[in-house]
């Protein structure tokens, strides 16, 4: 079974309705998970909706601090306002990390305060080997998960039926109060060019390489894969593909 991922420094594939390990390598090697950080982020954005405390309609400011954020970017200015729902496109499609430092400050005052709070969720789920310093996924030393983790992260986050009305989409369109309008290219290519895939999220930094969990659903069954430390873009869409192939004909 080890044909699969060769090149991936970290893989995991189950069965999302039975919880079925369905491949495994070095599930639990402490890695950089780059943007896959933000399956976190929006996980606590998503119980927050759920609960009441923040609705998609709420407007956000964006802090001088959050638009001065470094590496993937919405372009964001300091004192523009967006819709919640928008944020979190942003967050999604193009993996911004000032939108998610943004979403951040909005949810728990500052950012500092917001890792506190992945990290207890970190903890309230069993994650042995996470830790996050930062809400968007740059490296950092002590910023790392592993696969079998973010698999767990995942699963959880997929509770939350409504985030797949954003993960799913391809292409969306988004507005700030400065009539600025954006148009946004989801960062995962396998959204309409593998049959069932419909989210999640997509990772890239100079040390975690090329990572990417991906969800496909067929028959009424969803599978996720992920694979972390891919050396390129190329391998990391092959070798995903080639699990969710493995994974899907395990049904």
């Given at each position: ?169 391809r292409y969306a369109r988004i507005q700030s109060n ?62 995903l593909i080639e699990l969710l192939d493995f994974a899907?004909?395990?049904?």
């Amino acid at each position: 079974m080890m044909k699969y991922a060769q090149f991936a420094k970290s893989a995991i594939a189950a069965n999302v309705d039975t919880g079925k390990i369905l491949f495994k390598k070095h599930p639990f090697k402490k890695l950089p998970p780059a943007s896959m950080t933000k399956i976190m982020t929006l996980l606590l954005a998503m119980e927050r909706l759920r609960y009441g405390k923040m609705k998609v309609t709420d407007r956000v400011t964006v802090s001088r601090h959050a638009a001065s954020t470094r590496g993937s970017s919405l372009f964001l200015r300091p004192g523009e306002v967006l819709q919640l729902w928008d944020l979190l496109k942003g967050i999604v499609l193009v993996s911004g990390n000032d939108a998610a430092v943004t979403l951040a400050e909005h949810m728990a005052g500052t950012e500092a305060s917001f890792v506190k709070l992945m990290n207890n969720k970190a903890k309230a789920l069993g994650l042995a080997n996470t830790h996050f310093v930062n809400s968007h996924g740059m490296d950092h030393k002590n910023h790392f998960s592993c696969a079998y983790d973010m698999l767990i992260m995942s699963k959880t986050l997929l509770r939350h039926k409504k985030i797949l009305k954003l993960t799913a989409l391809r292409y969306a369109r988004i507005q700030s109060n400065r009539r600025r309008r954006m148009m946004l290219k989801n960062t995962n290519t396998l959204l309409g060019s593998y049959r069932g895939v419909d989210g999640l999220k997509t990772g890239t930094t100079p040390k975690a390489k090329y990572c990417l969990t991906a969800t496909a659903k067929r028959q009424n069954a969803r599978v996720i894969a992920i694979v972390m430390g891919e050396p390129t873009a190329r391998k990391r869409n092959r070798e995903l593909i080639e699990l969710l192939d493995f994974a899907l004909s395990s049904l």
